[in-house]
């Protein structure tokens, strides 16, 4: 089976001729699609307060359109951007795997299980459920929509075809995404949000208003 690198699949429709090019006009104008992120909650909000923190220092230079989906696609584009500035493909890969071992791992839930012995006597095991990500994260997450040009979603999916294709390993585009935004706030959690990170992102914001 293919490997898919995100919900919307778009590599390997491209590669299957289920959906083709866009043409040049369409490239030159850009064919937005939208991805859904989701995040813990806890990180959700802390991204709100980073949000609120650029409005309060710097005003009107922060866009009224500015959010927490915007922040994430800043924070995906300065990854693209670093690939695009010739990081090697080695590097990348060990920083994903170490990102999806970090923030995915699998969780194991404790339970105890009443069994029967006989007609007469019951008695408890103990049981270990896996859970995923998700499902261990049930109650705490957030979803994030983010628009995107199309492009930027299939740079990310080629980036994972040629890291990933001849590996038993699966990533997507979304957990890219999750990554650099937990990585970003967990600079943050360690060092403060100083000002000269609220400049660099308010400096992305600007070049690409």
Wanted: charged share 30%.
């Amino acid at each position: 089976m293919r490997k898919s690198f995100s919900h919307l699949n778009i590599l390997q429709k491209r590669l299957s001729g289920i959906e083709e090019a866009k043409g040049f006009f369409k490239s030159l104008f850009g064919s937005y699609k939208y991805l859904e992120i989701n995040l813990p909650y806890y990180d959700y909000i802390r991204a709100t307060i980073f949000v609120q923190d650029l409005r309060d220092n710097f005003g009107e230079e922060v866009p009224y359109q500015f959010n927490e989906a915007v922040l994430l696609w800043i924070l995906y584009d300065d990854f693209l951007n670093q690939i695009k500035k010739g990081a090697k493909n080695e590097q990348i890969a060990k920083y994903l795997k170490l990102g999806k071992a970090k923030y995915f791992q699998e969780k194991i839930k404790q339970k105890r299980v009443l069994k029967p012995l006989n007609s007469n006597t019951f008695h408890f095991e103990n049981e270990e459920e896996i859970m995923d990500y998700t499902d261990a994260q049930e109650e705490k997450m957030a979803s994030i929509i983010i628009r995107m040009r199309e492009t930027e979603i299939l740079r990310g999916e080629v980036l994972l075809y040629d890291l990933f294709s001849n590996e038993e390993f699966d990533m997507t585009v979304e957990e890219i995404i999750v990554i650099v935004f937990l990585d970003f706030f967990q600079q943050i959690k360690n060092d403060g949000s100083s000002l000269k990170v609220q400049k660099s992102i308010l400096s992305h914001i600007k070049r690409c208003s």
